[in-house]
């Protein structure tokens, strides 16, 4: 089947109108203006943040990275890498981090989801680290990362040389996939509200966490703390390991299974610790 890219709509790369500014959303620049994205983070703002965000973490191999954000029906706004050419990073993780957009934003709610009885009053976070454990055999999650396949089409398709560029072929094309280890975050804009999600993946799975979470701050988009009208946004590091400053942050609570197989997280949304871990400690605390 063949796939219809979204046409790109031309506008004057530093003479835009942000309209979203009117909505409590961040105001960003783009190129040019993708259908579905306007008040995300264009190309030049990802390219800037995952490079900040991989200068500041040394932990795992000390990789560079691809960065994604997609928009909360899963378009693809933006993809980049740290390093001076594609290949700097594994070519690999461009996909992977667009799965992991793909999954922060598909399995985390706002204030919207409440009515009529249910749905979360303050919204709740998974970032894609806390969904390793869920999804093994006998957790609460399991399948569900079959569920949602990357449509390899888009993840495919267009010349190489374009890759991690603003002309990206998977701009403006929904990717799909679920990805269960960490790198992905749903994005919170003023307000509480869900614009998307962002991800990055080229390290260790813990390194990803901790440099997508501060791409993210960079970006401005973690508005989760407490303010005096919100309750903070929960997750599963606020609710099961009592850090309210980091609602989906990566914990670390997988014990041996004495039957073997897979550790027990006594959590239920525990992620393994990885080579040269480190911890959230130096990790900024969410926003109001």
């Not at 998307?196 to 701050?217: L, Q, Y």
């Not at 959590?267 to 610790?273: A, C, D, I, L, V």
Request: charged share 10%; aromatic share 6%; net charge negative.
């Amino acid at each position: 089947m063949t796939k219809h890219k979204i046409a790109h709509t031309t506008a004057p790369a530093m003479a835009m109108t942000c309209i979203a500014a009117a909505f409590g959303l961040p105001c960003f620049a783009q190129p040019f203006e993708v259908p579905g994205c306007s008040g995300l983070p264009g190309y030049s703002q990802l390219k800037s943040a995952i490079a900040q965000a991989t200068q500041a973490e040394s932990s795992g191999l000390n990789n560079q990275m691809w960065a994604t954000i997609v928009n909360r029906d899963g378009v693809v706004c933006a993809v980049a890498f740290s390093g001076t050419n594609r290949g700097a990073q594994w070519p690999g993780s461009r996909v992977i981090s667009a799965q992991k957009a793909n999954s922060g934003n598909a399995f985390s709610l706002d204030s919207s989801s409440n009515s009529n009885g249910s749905g979360q009053a303050a919204g709740l976070a998974l970032s894609t680290a806390n969904l390793f454990s869920a999804v093994q055999p006998g957790g609460s999650l399991f399948g569900v990362q079959e569920s949602n396949p990357v449509d390899t089409g888009v993840a495919y398709q267009g010349l190489s040389a374009l890759y991690g560029t603003a002309n990206d072929p998977m701009v403006g094309n929904k990717i799909g996939g679920i990805n269960v280890f960490g790198g992905g975050f749903a994005l919170y804009a003023t307000g509480h509200v869900i614009v998307g999600g962002v991800g990055v993946s080229g390290d260790t799975s813990c390194a990803d966490h901790n440099i997508g979470w501060r791409v993210r701050n960079i970006l401005g988009l973690d508005h989760m703390a407490k303010t005096s009208t919100l309750p903070a946004v929960a997750g599963p590091a606020s609710l099961f390991a009592g850090d309210a400053t980091h609602p989906d942050n990566i914990i670390f609570d997988i014990a041996a299974n004495p039957g073997g197989g897979t550790g027990i997280s006594a959590s239920g949304f525990g992620h393994p610790s990885c080579l040269n871990t480190s911890g959230s400690s130096t990790l900024p605390a969410v926003e109001p």
